[in-house]
Nanobody, 117 residues
Framework: QVQVEESGGGLVQTGGSLRLSCAAS????????MGWFRQAPGKEREFVSS???????YYAGSVKGRFTVSRNNALNTVYLQMNSLKPEDTAVYYC???????????WGQGTQVTVSS
């Protein structure tokens, strides 16, 4: 069983920055694909970003150029640096781990990000 826990959410003004962290358990963290997703009120959960064991990164079009995902395998942690935040970035942000290559099987509880206009 892999435990996933996000932290770092909060309230920020438009144009501000936040860094989310996600810690995941397991001895083979370096092999996990780690993903960030978000869900705004009344909307479906959507993909934000991911990072593979190769350090290849992927982003949704809406955040590309503003968000940066990174990982520190020594700390079993992945980060999401969010810059130039907009009110439409307001959502609960979830971290997820794909430990087998078959999809994200482990999810955190989410952390709230609120961007005020």
């Amino acid at each position: 069983q892999v435990q996933v826990e996000e932290s770092g959410g909060g309230l920020v003004q438009t144009g501000g920055s936040l860094r989310l962290s996600c810690a995941a358990s397991g001895r083979t963290f370096s092999s996990y694909v780690m993903g960030w997703f978000r869900q705004a009120p009344g909307k479906e959960r959507e993909f934000v970003s991911s990072i593979r064991r190769s350090y290849d990164t992927y982003y949704a079009g809406s955040v590309k150029g503003r968000f940066t995902v990174s990982r520190n395998n020594a700390l079993n942690t992945v980060y999401l640096q969010m810059n130039s935040l907009k009110p439409e970035d307001t959502a609960v942000y979830y971290c997820a781990a794909d430990t087998t290559g078959n999809g994200y099987g482990y999810w955190g509880q989410g952390t709230q990000v609120t961007v005020s206009s």
